[in-house]
């Protein structure tokens, strides 16, 4: 008896919070993890809001919405879902904006290994280049696109190993499995500097820009709390933030 | 050297078995006792399916154990037949392949057991083509012995391989089992804790208890020991050697001539010279000072009183009596022989009640 | 219906496995046999070492093989001593992973068959002459048959199933570690509902027949095993 009453209480703890108007439901894209938690943090201190992250890959969230997740904010790892969403009536128009633009690094775990102006990719003396899977991931799409311009596209593919996203490609590196790789810069950098390794901050014009879009989602539709975020993103004290992690905006 | 000599000793949970047996290089010898006696793992050790560290053994000559110079031949070097409790022939093969698994094993030169020869001793040749779980328990043991045969072993080693079956398929193995003590050359340890099976094929007799061998010896002499009735309770009786001297048709009675004198039995159909075992009983036997002749008691020989012995229950006294030279032993009870005031060296006659003929 | 890239795909997958089993049972066998028979203290913690993988997400292994298998670590270490390279990203690597992975199914069956034999069948032939490798190929492995159907099966569609750890270890490479689950979620990913449709609807066909032959085996047995 007491166990049940334990139990119901549990569950009936949850569909309070589930529903509880001032939190707000989010779907942020793996790359932007950390920056994430800080504005977040931040965000429910200065606004008493709450914000419920969770963490993925761009791809999954949409077949996740498409399919009746309760997201009701989604922070995409590219421009072309949200605008997608919106299209398709899964989320609330005019609500769209970039909130970070994406700035890839070709990066080696260890010192020395990539020159100030990636020459190195031209030299070759490696065995894999890592990427994030071009056809999933803008940041790997990006890579490709350097390297086309870069005209060494040819000479590196079978090279090539693809993480499924940004995160695997940085793992493959950091692991030293791959001697370089293309990762996002902001995974690589604290504060402006280079966490370790050596690394080529590859410039923005070698690449369409990797636009992060966010967008309130239907489910999010006049719950105060995502306008409040979005909002928030806004701030200069949340672009401060999302620069210090190595994203334009 | 036509001799088994056997010395082990093995102590695991609680259960010790200590033996030091010399056993004859031919014939059955019978390791006799409850279970729990040991007699197994004393067989498992000969076979080397057990290794007694520090133990030796030696078989009609040839060492397969002495832990003192390190040597211990694993089983499958050894020139041994096994016959498990239960048959165990490989399921996966045929009768024939079960059969030819241990003699296509063994060099050529050393196959002194042809696979016809074992086939026909155990009378399996309409199974050979089938396959082990089509055949009946009885079947799959003759199967099992025969397979063991075909290794031409230089000794044979059964673990109570009746103990698995019923009446019926005893009665249908021990004939076989008996061709095998008239006809091989090679010594059989049989393993049993039946008085009738022991009776039966036993030459030597090892009586087994709680870990250690309490007697060892011929098999008549050895039943006839006072101090194994006890052991035996029920069972207690002798073995007698004879054959068969006449057959009385009108009475369907047969003669058995042995040592000291002889016995009638039930005509049970063999021929007359075959030699047979007679089994007589303890319980069987009682002592009279006059021969009878207005009793039904067909079988009355006079004996001598050799020794009197206290039997477990108070009321009752072992008498081992002498035949003209063959040994018997009576149970009676004491205060029978207190009126008859038995004693050593008294004439007596024995008047028996039933007497078995075993094979 | 199929691209030439999904069936590059599926003809890796299948490679994969086939060596994958092969190995299995080079490797697996022994240590069946070792502790279904072994009274040592180390069968517990060994037993359970090989089943980790049952419930360990395959991306953790995934990910400690990514790390002990690249350069820095110790099995990296040594298979670029040995002049192998490093095994992540290759199809070798994919082997050794697949076999880390799929262990258990293999062995575990394997593990319940030689249970099963017991200690007789060896005893009697040991009493005919067989010696330990004899008594092994001639007893052990036909008696075990069952059992090495069953771990072929399982350890052969657990490989082909396999995903996470390929995922961490494969690097996408097409016709060297791109195998099918891993496509199937690159069209998913890339919202190719069509082609992910396609193979997926081939891999639950393909599972369902395993299950089904490995129950119609086991029900095949159970009829003429009854006399």
């Not at chain 2, 050790?45 to 694993?74: C, K, M, Y």
């Amino acid at each position: 008896m007491h166990h049940c009453r334990f139990i119901f209480a549990y569950i009936a703890s949850l569909l309070a919070g589930a529903a509880s108007a001032a939190d707000v439901r989010v779907a942020v894209a793996a790359n932007f993890t950390a920056p994430m938690q800080a504005i977040a943090a931040a965000f429910e201190k200065d606004t008493g809001h709450k914000a419920r992250l969770a963490f993925g890959s761009t791809g999954k969230f949409y077949a996740q919405i498409r399919h009746g997740a309760p997201f009701q904010v989604l922070l995409a790892a590219d421009d072309e879902t949200p605008a997608r969403l919106e299209r398709e009536g899964m989320s609330v128009p005019g609500t769209c904006f970039t909130y970070a633009v994406g700035r890839l690094a070709l990066w080696s775990a260890q010192a020395g290994v990539v020159d100030a102006r990636g020459e190195v990719l031209k030299q070759g003396g490696y065995k894999h280049v890592a990427i994030a899977n071009p056809k999933l991931a803008p940041y790997g799409a990006a890579a490709v696109e350097v390297m086309q311009r870069l005209g060494v596209v040819e000479a590196v593919r079978p090279k090539l190993v693809q993480g499924e996203n940004i995160a695997q490609a940085w793992q493959f590196v950091a692991s030293g499995n791959a001697e370089l790789g293309f990762v996002a810069l902001s995974q690589v950098t604290q504060d402006g500097k280079l966490t370790g390794g050596s690394a080529w901050i590859v410039p923005a014009h070698l690449h369409t820009p990797i636009r992060q879009d966010a967008a309130i989602l239907t489910n999010g539709r006049g719950n105060p709390a995502a306008g409040a975020l979005m909002d928030y993103l806004r701030s200069d004290k949340a672009k401060a933030v999302i620069r210090a992690y190595g994203y334009d905006i | 050297m036509q001799s088994i000599h056997a010395r082990f000793r093995v102590a695991h949970d609680g259960f010790t078995l200590d033996v030091d047996l010399l056993l004859p290089g031919r014939g059955v010898s019978a390791l006799f006792g409850a279970s729990g006696s040991g007699k197994t793992t004393c067989l498992r050790a000969i076979a080397g399916l057990e290794h007694a560290p520090g133990g030796t053994l030696s078989v009609n000559g040839e060492v397969w154990q002495d832990d003192s110079r390190g040597l211990f031949v694993p089983t499958h070097q050894r020139p041994l037949g096994y016959v498990f409790q239960e048959a165990s022939l490989f399921p996966h093969l045929s009768i024939r392949r079960n059969l030819e698994y241990g003699m296509r094993r063994v060099p050529e030169r050393d196959r002194k057991v042809s696979l016809d020869h074992a086939v026909e001793l155990l009378g399996i040749a309409p199974l050979l083509e089938r396959m082990p779980d089509w055949l009946s328990g009885g079947e799959k043991q003759r199967v099992a012995i025969a397979r063991a045969l075909a290794t031409s072993p230089r000794i044979l080693l059964m673990d109570e391989p009746l103990a698995a079956l019923d009446l019926a398929r005893k009665q249908e193995i021990l004939p076989y089992l008996e061709r095998l003590h008239d006809e091989l050359e090679i010594p059989l340890i049989y393993v049993s804790h039946a008085p009738d099976e022991v009776a039966r094929l036993a030459d030597h007799l090892v009586v087994l208890e709680q870990g250690r061998a309490v007697a060892s010896g011929p098999l008549g002499e050895t039943l006839a020991r006072l101090d194994l009735p006890i052991r035996l309770g029920e069972d207690a009786g002798v073995v007698l050697e004879g054959e068969i001297a006449e057959i009385d048709q009108a009475w369907h009675l047969a003669r058995v001539a042995f040592a000291g004198g002889s016995l009638w039995v039930r005509d049970s159909g063999v021929p007359i010279r075959q030699h047979v075992r007679v089994r007589i009983l303890a319980r069987d036997i009682s002592i009279a000072l006059e021969p009878h002749a207005d009793s039904s008691i067909l079988n009355v020989l006079p004996a001598t009183v050799e020794e009197l012995a206290d039997d477990t229950h108070p009321a009752l006294a072992l008498v081992k009596l002498n035949a003209a030279g063959a040994p018997l032993v009576a149970r009676i009870t004491r205060r029978s022989a207190a009126r008859l005031v038995l004693r050593q060296g008294l004439a007596v006659w024995a008047q028996i009640k039933a007497v078995a003929l075993v094979g | 219906m199929l691209t030439d890239e999904a069936l590059a795909a599926v003809w890796l997958t299948l490679r994969l496995a086939s060596v994958t089993t092969i190995l299995l049972f080079l490797v697996g066998t022994p240590i069946a046999w070792w502790l279904a028979r072994t009274r040592s203290w180390l069968k517990a913690p060994v037993g359970a070492l090989v089943a980790l993988p049952l419930v360990l997400p395959p991306t953790v292994i995934g990910f400690y093989l990514l790390v002990v298998m690249g350069p820095q670590g110790p099995i990296g270490q040594l298979t670029q001593a040995l002049g192998l390279g490093v095994l992540p990203f290759t199809f070798r690597g994919l082997v050794v992973g697949s076999v880390i992975y799929s262990m258990p199914f293999v062995v575990q069956p394997l593990q319940n068959a030689f249970d099963a034999i017991g200690e007789r069948p060896l005893e009697v032939a040991a009493t005919l002459r067989a010696g330990p490798w004899d008594r092994f190929f001639t007893v052990v492995l036909p008696l075990a048959r069952p059992g090495f159907i069953t771990a072929g099966i399982l350890g052969f569609a657990h490989t082909v199933g396999e995903f996470g750890v390929v995922l961490m270890i494969g690097g996408n490479i097409p016709d060297k570690t791109r195998v099918v689950s891993v496509q199937i979620y690159d069209h998913v990913e890339a919202l190719e509902y069509t082609q992910a449709h396609w193979l997926s609807a081939g891999m639950l066909a393909f599972s369902f027949a395993v299950l089904l032959a490995l129950h119609a085996s086991g029900s095949g047995k159970r009829k003429s095993g009854g006399k």
